[in-house]
DNA sequence: GAGTGGTCTAGACCACGTA
DNA sequence: ACGTGGTCTAGACCACTCG
């Protein structure tokens, strides 16, 4: 059996359509092998970089996993629930929400992070949030999150360096009593915070740091923390990568704004 | 001039390492173009595929788009401000956000948008949210948004067909009164929400919608409105193209949790 | 008509994990 | 040792737009 170029839709494209409605609707399910190349180039008796063409951009679609020497595999996604507003707020507001937030849960899968603390340059885009004068140095706590060995997701915080420098924000091991309490006792406590998040392809830095397969967009969560009056006493860059989260918020009337329909 | 294998680096990778240096550092700035496919094959002594791979593989990463047939540009990134707070907290909480917020206005582009109304049977992920019997249907508002002509996203409504099946929301026109407000009067106010936000390349027919160059990730916003009681209303599925927004949530203390750092 | 990227072919050799 | 995907070559023709 073979195919021909039918009006415009390329090869590649046909074939690329077809390995996709397979997989969409459960031919081939998470997990499971496609066939190989060879095997694709003669049933549809085309070149095989015609066929590779299809695979990439299955590929590239975050459909498709090539294992080599194996083969093209079924990407499965178990995200996790990730929410910015977790620790000030324990519980979820209502017991269905709480169901709801719960079924994707850790599930014993076993956590595990690096810290990393140094003084640097800081980025532009934090030294921007910071307000910092041109030359001014951060701290900076860089974290990568494991679960079961695999990398999870980054969380880089930044700090005004004269702001901090006495305190155990500096010691590269976790704050028990929480970094908000030692902003407070240093009179500076977070009160408030502007999260951003931006929605772009990786870096190959952080493909590499996080381990992404191609086809892998990343959610980049900036979150500026301020205290009351508005001044800005840190900084975290959350770098998420997009097959291992959602990201959650609740909003209830005071706070809320569905997104308003007219 | 060429370039030969080092180690275990690929040629093309050492390309397009090259190149992505170069749209980084200025060299290259947004909107400008690069060299052409053959000037490469010339400066580097490598076949066109090889040219072809390096490219390929910028295109998916965000950074390059090909305009054929003029040649490959640097893209440009002006994402949007999107803030699912926004209706119901007309103000952002204090001035500081306010000036930031308002950084990337709209800046004079004028916005447009499409309304098609229909009743269906539902996708899976809505007729869960909505808590839907397995065959019951639902009215559903879709809307493209354009600004300048172009589309920017899109903004899908879902509501349970017996319930607002004689109200204006069937009507294929803004209802000026606000949905919210239509809701209450049929005794459902809408007083909570739940967003959640994936993050995943667009699937075929979200590119075409959208009109999204390759290597352009999406946010997959979907709103869940619930009535105090719990019970839900609407799932407004939103989509949202990485290169044209950056999603904003304010948080104060009530509200409030950092990405609580430790 | 010239030049661009898009598509496609037919071959070759390689690195790597599994059997 | 075998089979997989990864890399690379050297060609060919196409559709499209611009000058």
């Not at 063409?53 to 093209?72: D, F, H, K, S």
């Not at 690096?114 to 004068?133: G, H, M, S, Y």
């Not at 980049?220 to 998420?240: A, F, K, M, Q, Y």
């Not at 097959?243 to 009337?253: F, G, L, N, Q, S």
Request: net charge negative; hydrophobic share 35%.
């Amino acid at each position: 059996m073979s195919i021909a170029r039918q009006g415009r839709q390329p090869i590649w494209q046909q074939i690329a359509d077809e390995l996709r409605a397979q997989v969409v609707d459960g031919t081939f399910s998470a997990g499971e092998q496609l066939p190989t190349e060879v095997e694709l180039t003669e049933r549809y008796g085309v070149a095989r970089n015609t066929i590779r063409q299809a695979m990439t951009a299955l590929v590239n679609e975050g459909l498709v996993v090539p294992r080599p020497p194996r083969g093209y595999f079924v990407r499965d996604r178990r995200p996790m629930f990730y929410r910015p507003q977790a620790e000030f707020r324990e519980q979820p507001a209502s017991p269905e929400m709480d169901r709801f937030l719960m079924e994707h849960s850790t599930e014993g899968r076993s956590p595990r992070q690096t810290i990393d603390v140094a003084i640097e340059a800081p980025p532009a885009e934090v030294r921007k949030r910071l307000n910092l004068a041109p030359d001014e140095l951060v701290v900076v706590r860089k974290r990568t999150r494991y679960l079961d060995d695999e990398p999870f997701h980054t969380n880089d915080s930044y700090y005004r360096l004269n702001l901090v420098k006495d305190t155990e924000i500096m010691r590269p091991e976790d704050v028990a009593r929480g970094v908000n309490q030692v902003l407070s006792e240093i009179g500076y406590p977070q009160t408030r915070a502007l999260d951003e998040i931006y929605i772009r392809m990786p870096t190959p830095d952080e493909a590499r740091r996080l381990d992404l397969p191609p086809g892998t967009p990343i959610a980049c969560h900036i979150c500026t923390g301020l205290t009351d009056e508005g001044v800005p006493v840190r900084v975290v860059v959350n770098v998420l990568p997009g097959d291992r989260h959602v990201i959650v918020y609740e909003r209830t009337k005071s706070n809320n704004g569905s997104d308003e329909d007219r």
